[in-house]
């Protein structure tokens, strides 16, 4: 796991520090000091950490981390009456432009 702050956006309100304190830590009023290759236990409270910064400064790359299989498909109609009805629906919510 890899960790990017920019510092040019990062406003120092520390709730990093406060999520993840063994990969982020203030210094002083405003100064930030980070792990820039935490280790994949503290992956969870990275995550956090980067969800939780009010101005998106954080940015984490999980390229090293393992790739979980993919899902199971999940099947919803066993038999052929998809194929003899013919019929699906799509629900959503559409609103128009004004
Ligand atoms: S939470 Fe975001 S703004 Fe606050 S110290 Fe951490 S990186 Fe900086």
């Known amino acids: 796991m890899r960790v990017v702050v920019d510092l040019t956006k990062c406003e120092g309100y520390a709730q990093c520090a406060f999520l993840a304190p063994e990969a982020f830590r203030m210094v002083g009023d405003e100064a930030l000091l ?14 956090r950490a980067a969800a939780a910064c ?5 940015q984490v790359d999980l390229a090293d981390l393992p790739v ?3 899902a199971e498909t999940v ?19 559409w609103k128009a432009a004004t």
């Open 68 to 70: 979980p299989p993919p």
């Open 54 to 58: 009010p101005v998106q400064a954080l």
């Open 75 to 93: 099947v919803a109609a066993t038999d052929d009456r998809l194929r003899r009805e013919g019929r699906i629906v799509v629900a959503g919510l």
């Open 34 to 47: 980070f792990d820039p290759a935490p280790s994949a236990e503290l992956g969870e409270k990275v995550l």
